[in-house]
């Protein structure tokens, strides 16, 4: 557990297929350090699957939304949420 704040069951990193820890790297290297939400729905890997496919679309080029209204969204949710982070 990258943190203490998790509170859903995760997969266990040493269980991952090749794929999916190759993907956890990625996740690692670019986006976060914290496992949480990578490995609470690694244990349904087309969850997963759909959702880094979701990710990717909105923080690359292939999405035409403003950065700056992403980010607004996100700490507004994170606000709206109560998020620890």
């Given at each position: 557990?990258?943190?203490?704040?998790?509170?859903?069951?995760?997969?266990?990193?040493?269980?991952?297929?090749?794929?999916?820890?190759?993907?956890?790297?990625?996740?690692?290297?670019?986006?976060?350090?914290?496992?949480?939400?990578?490995?609470?729905?690694?244990?349904?890997p087309?969850?997963?699957?759909?959702?880094?496919?979701?990710v990717?679309?909105?923080?690359?080029?292939?999405?035409?939304l403003?950065?700056?209204?992403?980010?607004?969204?996100?700490?507004?949710?994170a606000f709206?949420?109560?998020?620890?982070?």
């Amino acid at each position: 557990m990258a943190n203490e704040y998790g509170k859903l069951p995760k997969a266990d990193p040493d269980d991952l297929s090749p794929e999916l820890r190759r993907r956890l790297d990625v996740w690692f290297d670019k986006a976060y350090t914290d496992d949480n939400l990578f490995l609470t729905l690694a244990r349904k890997p087309e969850v997963l699957n759909q959702f880094l496919n979701w990710v990717t679309f909105i923080y690359t080029d292939a999405s035409s939304l403003d950065p700056k209204m992403v980010e607004l969204c996100r700490i507004r949710l994170a606000f709206r949420n109560q998020c620890v982070h």
